[in-house]
């Protein structure tokens, strides 16, 4: 699957309701991101993670978390706080924050509905 | 920070003709701009790129032109094809930041 797996595919959540979205790489790659995508918004920058044990809030971390516990995996928790929680969410790598000329490696995406 | 525009937001063109996107960026310190190609259902994937130092970039039917002055990039696509047919984002990343800022995109229909 390209090397970065998303799951599930589909999520309904209810009201209040905490959900996880499970992004994992095996492509050895140091940085991994996440990325919200609504309809005419194009891709906004929820959080990301330079390495292991550190991430940094993106422009719209207000009601998500995430955690580093390992390289390959960087699960994304939509909390209840958060307002608009329906969209499909995006997980990518790349070798490194730093990198340029590769482009980021996406996942195929999470399509996540509040019911 | 940077803020990119792009346009138009829906491009629908007929099979054969040529297909630009434009996008503006604010940074002037802004040095590298990457294409991406979303098709229906599918994960965004790096089409071409371009960096600062270069005016022009060419990559088969897909090319980029970057004009600093003005602060904007092109994606120009020839020779349109059906499988052409996708959402397109422009992203631009400022030398001071590690990430890049993605238009809002551009969806392409190229009918038979």
């Known amino acids: 699957d390209g090397g970065i797996t998303q799951s599930p595919k589909y999520l309904f959540r209810k009201e209040g309701q905490n959900v996880t979205l499970s992004c994992e790489q095996n492509?050895?790659?140091?940085?991994m991101y996440w990325y919200r995508q609504d309809p005419g918004q194009g891709l906004r920058l929820i959080y990301y993670?330079?390495?292991?044990?550190?991430?940094q809030k993106g422009d719209i971390a207000e009601g998500y978390s995430v955690s580093r516990e390992k390289k390959e995996s960087f699960p994304l928790t939509v909390t209840s706080a958060q307002k608009n929680p329906t969209a499909f969410y995006l997980c990518?790598?790349?070798?490194?924050?730093?990198?340029?000329?590769?482009?980021?490696?996406f996942g195929s995406g999470t399509r996540l509905t509040v019911v | 920070g940077e803020n990119v525009e792009q346009h138009p937001s829906t491009l629908s063109v007929q099979e054969g003709d040529s297909a630009v996107i434009k996008c503006t960026y604010s940074?002037?310190?802004?040095?590298?701009f990457p294409w991406y190609k979303q098709e229906l259902g599918k994960r965004p994937q790096l089409i071409i790129d371009?960096?600062?130092?270069?005016g022009e970039k060419k990559d088969q039917r897909i090319a980029v032109t970057l004009n600093k002055t003005a602060k904007h990039f092109s994606l120009h696509i020839t020779e349109t094809q059906p499988e052409d047919s996708a959402v397109y984002f422009c992203?631009?990343?400022?030398?001071?930041?590690?990430?890049?800022?993605f238009g809002r995109g551009t969806s392409l229909i190229v009918h038979p």
């Open positions: 940074d002037s310190a802004s040095n590298y």
């Open positions: 993670s330079q390495i292991v044990n550190d991430f």
């Open positions: 990518a790598s790349t070798r490194t924050l730093f990198l340029e000329g590769y482009g980021y490696t």
């Open positions: 492509l050895n790659h140091d940085a």
């Open positions: 371009i960096r600062s130092n270069v």
């Open positions: 992203a631009a990343k400022s030398g001071g930041s590690y990430i890049p800022t």
